[in-house]
């Protein structure tokens, strides 16, 4: 008899322990994972110079002052926890520079006028190699395309360039937002979005400094931010000085 007691509560003290581990195991260490990855992306953003106020979380994205995209599975660079001071733009350079590979999705060809014009403008800048290219292959740097559900105000939106010297491969146009608007503001809104995937931020942006030798703030730049359908329509003097400073023949 007490041997049966004995078994039944060792059998009784063994399920516990299993039944324990069991929940303790059951626990998932991905969110975990994925927590501290967001806070890394966090972190290197505010080291950028944007706010909380400026960031809202969009998916599986960060979208920053209205519309500069960052993944949350991005790459983060190893100095993510130190600010960078040299802006407006982000520190890092696309390497592959002197072809830029966009690719044109069946989306948003009827703007493919606005988007060679707006190539255009990037690859005249005086004294730069920078030179973006249309490929129809299957290889590109960035893909162009339409999203007519970024958000009522926003004209489009696209990721910056990254640590790793690649252009910001994704730019959205909210073609329903920017029908109407003139040629010109439509050409200004690629402009502006491309400029974001070769690493140029908001010129206006209130915690921005300058690309190194090009300061001070600049109410023609095409690389302001918030002006959506009113901005200036071509890069200004200083766009083109801190690009031919960024991307030098």
């Given at each position: 008899?007490?041997?049966?007691f004995?078994?039944?509560a060792?059998?009784?003290?063994?399920?516990a322990?299993?039944?324990?581990?069991?929940?303790?195991?059951?626990?998932p260490?991905?969110?975990e994972?994925?927590?501290?990855?967001?806070?890394k992306?966090?972190?290197?953003?505010k080291?950028?110079?944007?706010?909380d106020?400026?960031?809202?979380?969009?998916?599986?994205?960060?979208?920053?002052?209205?519309?500069?995209v960052?993944?949350k599975?991005?790459?983060?660079?190893?100095?993510?926890?130190k600010?960078?001071?040299?802006?407006?733009y982000?520190?890092?350079?696309?390497?592959?520079?002197?072809?830029?590979r966009?690719?044109v999705d069946p989306?948003?060809?009827?703007?493919n006028?606005?988007?060679?014009?707006a190539?255009?403008q990037?690859?005249t800048?005086p004294?730069s190699?920078l030179k973006?290219v249309?490929?129809?292959?299957?290889v590109?740097?960035?893909l162009?395309k339409?999203?007519?559900?970024?958000?009522?105000s926003?004209c489009?939106q696209?990721?910056?360039?990254t640590?790793?010297g690649k252009a910001?491969?994704?730019?959205?146009?909210?073609?329903?937002?920017?029908?109407?608007?003139?040629?010109a503001q439509?050409?200004r809104?690629?402009?502006?979005?491309?400029?974001?995937t070769i690493?140029?931020k908001?010129?206006n942006?209130?915690?921005?400094?300058n690309?190194p030798?090009?300061?001070?703030?600049d109410?023609?730049?095409l690389?302001?931010?918030?002006q959506?359908?009113s901005?200036?329509?071509?890069?200004?003097a200083?766009?083109?000085?801190?690009?031919?400073v960024?991307?030098?023949l």
């Amino acid at each position: 008899m007490k041997t049966l007691f004995k078994k039944a509560a060792l059998i009784a003290l063994l399920s516990a322990v299993i039944i324990s581990c069991t929940k303790k195991n059951d626990i998932p260490a991905e969110p975990e994972i994925q927590t501290t990855q967001n806070q890394k992306v966090l972190t290197y953003i505010k080291n950028l110079g944007f706010t909380d106020a400026q960031i809202v979380e969009s998916g599986d994205n960060y979208v920053v002052d209205g519309d500069i995209v960052f993944s949350k599975k991005m790459e983060v660079p190893a100095d993510y926890g130190k600010a960078i001071t040299e802006q407006y733009y982000n520190g890092y350079i696309v390497t592959n520079s002197t072809n830029i590979r966009v690719k044109v999705d069946p989306s948003i060809t009827s703007m493919n006028s606005e988007i060679n014009s707006a190539i255009n403008q990037w690859n005249t800048v005086p004294n730069s190699k920078l030179k973006f290219v249309i490929t129809t292959g299957t290889v590109y740097d960035i893909l162009i395309k339409v999203d007519n559900t970024i958000g009522g105000s926003t004209c489009g939106q696209a990721y910056l360039s990254t640590s790793n010297g690649k252009a910001g491969n994704t730019v959205w146009i909210n073609q329903a937002l920017i029908q109407n608007n003139s040629f010109a503001q439509r050409t200004r809104t690629i402009t502006h979005e491309f400029g974001h995937t070769i690493s140029f931020k908001h010129t206006n942006q209130s915690t921005t400094t300058n690309v190194p030798g090009v300061g001070g703030t600049d109410a023609q730049s095409l690389m302001n931010g918030g002006q959506c359908g009113s901005g200036a329509t071509v890069l200004s003097a200083k766009d083109k000085q801190a690009t031919a400073v960024l991307y030098p023949l």
